[in-house]
C-alpha cells in the first residue's frame, strides 16, 4: 500500500512539472513582440523604386535596438532607419534599382521595451517596377485608319498585352512588341495628337503627334487605264462602278484597282444606281443598260431618246432623269414608264430622301414627288443649273454652278450655303467617317470641298486640275471620277 502511495505521489508531481514548463513556454511565446505588416507586403511587384519599405509591429518596440544592424534590405542598400510608435520605416539612400527583387529582414536583434525579442527573424521580399517607357520615334508619324505604325524606343514589354497604346486617348491594338518597338494599327476614332505608350513602369509620350488623315482631307490619284471621262461614281456594296464616255464602264473592289466592262453601248453613260439586287445606267439618246453583277450587262429600252443624267433607287423604283425635263420610272430597271414634268428644263440630278422624291436641275430647277408619278415645282432661290444632289440622314443637298450649294430638311424650303469659291460643282454625296457625317462636294478645277454640316465648307487640297464630275462613299473611301479618266481617292 506505501508502494502505491508513493507511486501516485510521484505521478501526480511529473504531471505538475510537466503542465508547469508547457504553460511557461506559452507565456514566453504570447509575451514575445511580432511583426503584423509590412509595406511592400511580402511577394509584391511594381514597387516604386522611390518607395520606403516598412513593418508594424505588435507593441511598442524599443527604438534604440532598431538600426540599419536589425532592420536589412539585401543587394547591398544603404539607407536610415526610423521608428515611431509601433512602426519602424527603412528609407533607401538613393533609389532602388528597376524590375529588382529585394529581400528584407528584421532580425531577433529588436526587442520590445521590456527586453523581449522577435521569436525568429521576420523575412519578405517584393519587386520593383520595370523602367518608364521612352517613345524616339514614329514610323510613318501620319496615316489613315489602319494604317501600320512602329514605334521606336527602350523600356517597352516583351508581351505584346502588357503595352497599352492610344493615340489621342483612343485605345489601338499592340501587334507586335519587343523592348525597343510596337508595332500597332491606327484604330477607329482616331485623331491627330500624341501616342502614348503605357507599361507596369509608367507612360511615354510621343515626342511630336500623330497626324490621322481623315477621309475626305487628303487626295490621291489612282490609275483608272482609261482616258474617257467619267462622269459618275457609285459604292454598290462590295464594289465601285464607274461609268462615262463611250459606253464605259468599270468597276473596282478597292477604288484602287478598277477593270472595265464591256456596257453593250458607245453611248455617253451619265448616271447610275443600286437597288441592292440590280445596277442600273442610264446615258445618253435614252440609253439604259443593267446588270446584277457588275461584271454582264445589258441594254434596255426606256421608252425616249432623250438623254438620261441620273437615276436613284426609292427603295420601291427607279428614277431617271434627263433632257427637256423627261421623267421615267421603274419598278425593275427593265421596264420604264415616261411620266408627265411639270418643266421642260433639263434635270441633271435625283435622290430619294425618305419617303421623298426630289430632283434638281437647269435654271435653279427643283421638283419633289412623294410616288414619282406627279411632281411639284419647289423654289430654289436660284437660276444657277443644278448639277448633283445628295440626301443624309437629316437633309439634302444641292450642288451646281458657280459654287453654289443649297441645302434643306424638307424639300421645299432651301437655304443658300456660302463657301467662298466660284467653282462650278458636278457632284456630291456623304458618309459615316470617324469625325461622324461628312459631306463631299466636288468640280470644276479638281474643287474639292468638305463639310460636317452642310453649312460651313472648307477647301481641300485636289491632286489633279481636271474636272470633277461626281464623287462617291464606301463606308471607308471617298472615291471622285472626272473628265481624261480621272479617278481620285480619300481613306
Known amino acids: 500500500m506505501r508502494h502505491v502511495k508513493r507511486l501516485a505521489w510521484f505521478l501526480g508531481y ?4 510537466l503542465c508547469w514548463n508547457s504553460c511557461s513556454k506559452d507565456i514566453n511565446v504570447s509575451t514575445r513582440p511580432a511583426v503584423i505588416w509590412t509595406e511592400p507586403e511580402n511577394g509584391v511587384t511594381n514597387v516604386a523604386t522611390t ?4 513593418a508594424g509591429f505588435s507593441r511598442m518596440m524599443d527604438p534604440l535596438t532598431i538600426t540599419t544592424e536589425t532592420f536589412l534590405i539585401d543587394n547591398g542598400v544603404e539607407g536610415t532607419v526610423s521608428y515611431t510608435g509601433t512602426t519602424a520605416e527603412f528609407t533607401p539612400s538613393r533609389s532602388l534599382t528597376y524590375s529588382t527583387t529585394y529581400t528584407a529582414t528584421i532580425t531577433t536583434g529588436v526587442r520590445d521595451k521590456d527586453g523581449n525579442a522577435l521569436e525568429a527573424a521576420y523575412v519578405w521580399s517584393f519587386t520593383t517596377k520595370p523602367p518608364p517607357p521612352i517613345i524616339t520615334g514614329l514610323s510613318p508619324d501620319s496615316g489613315r485608319l489602319g494604317t501600320e505604325v512602329t514605334i521606336t524606343g527602350a523600356n517597352f514589354m516583351s508581351n505584346p498585352a502588357s503595352n497599352s497604346v492610344r493615340f489621342n486617348g483612343v485605345s489601338a491594338k499592340v501587334v507586335v512588341a519587343t523592348p525597343t518597338m510596337i508595332q500597332t494599327k491606327v484604330p477607329m476614332g482616331a485623331t491627330t495628337g500624341p501616342i502614348t505608350v503605357t507599361t507596369a ?18 487626295w490621291e490619284v489612282t490609275e483608272s487605264g482609261t482616258g474617257s471621262s467619267l462622269a459618275s461614281v457609285t459604292w454598290l456594296g462590295t464594289q465601285f462602278v464607274a461609268v462615262g464616255a463611250t459606253g464605259t464602264i468599270l468597276t473596282s473592289p478597292d477604288g484602287l484597282v478598277w477593270t472595265p466592262r464591256t456596257s453593250g453601248t458607245t453611248n455617253r453613260l451619265n448616271g447610275l444606281a443600286w437597288s441592292g439586287r440590280q445596277i442600273v445606267v442610264v446615258g445618253a439618246g435614252g440609253a439604259v443598260v443593267t446588270s446584277s453583277n457588275g461584271i454582264n450587262w445589258e441594254m434596255e429600252s426606256s421608252e425616249t431618246t432623250k438623254s438620261l443624267f441620273a437615276v436613284a433607287w426609292s427603295g420601291s423604283l427607279f428614277v431617271a432623269v434627263g433632257a427637256d425635263g423627261c421623267l421615267l420610272t421603274s419598278p425593275d430597271g427593265t421596264s420604264w414608264r415616261l411620266r408627265n414634268s411639270p418643266t421642260n428644263h433639263w434635270l441633271f440630278g435625283v435622290a430619294a430622301f425618305g419617303d421623298l422624291l426630289v430632283v434638281c436641275g437647269h435654271w435653279g430647277t427643283i421638283l ?3 410616288d414619282g408619278a406627279l411632281w411639284s415645282v419647289r423654289t430654289s432661290e436660284t437660276v444657277e443649273p443644278l448639277l448633283g444632289i445628295t440626301a443624309t440622314q437629316e437633309q439634302l443637298v444641292v450642288v451646281g454652278y458657280s459654287g453654289t450649294i443649297l441645302t434643306s430638311t424638307n ?3 432651301w437655304i443658300s450655303r456660302q463657301i467662298g469659291m466660284s467653282n462650278h460643282l458636278g457632284g456630291v454625296t456623304w458618309g459615316i467617317t470617324t469625325l461622324g457625317a461628312r459631306l463631299v462636294a466636288v468640280g470644276v478645277g479638281g474643287a474639292i470641298l468638305t463639310s460636317l454640316d452642310g453649312i460651313h465648307w472648307t477647301a481641300r487640297s485636289s491632286p489633279t486640275t481636271a474636272d470633277l ?7 471607308a473611301m471617298f472615291v471622285a471620277v472626272g473628265e481624261n479618266g480621272i479617278i481620285i481617292t480619300s481613306y
Open 14 to 17: 511529473l504531471g505538475l512539472l
Open 51 to 54: 518607395s520606403a519599405i516598412g
Open 201 to 218: 513602369g509608367g507612360q511615354a509620350l510621343s515626342p511630336g503627334d500623330f497626324r490621322v488623315i481623315h477621309p475626305g482631307r487628303f
Open 368 to 370: 419633289t414627288s412623294t
Open 411 to 413: 424639300g421645299e424650303t
Open 469 to 475: 464630275n461626281d464623287v462617291a462613299w464606301s463606308g
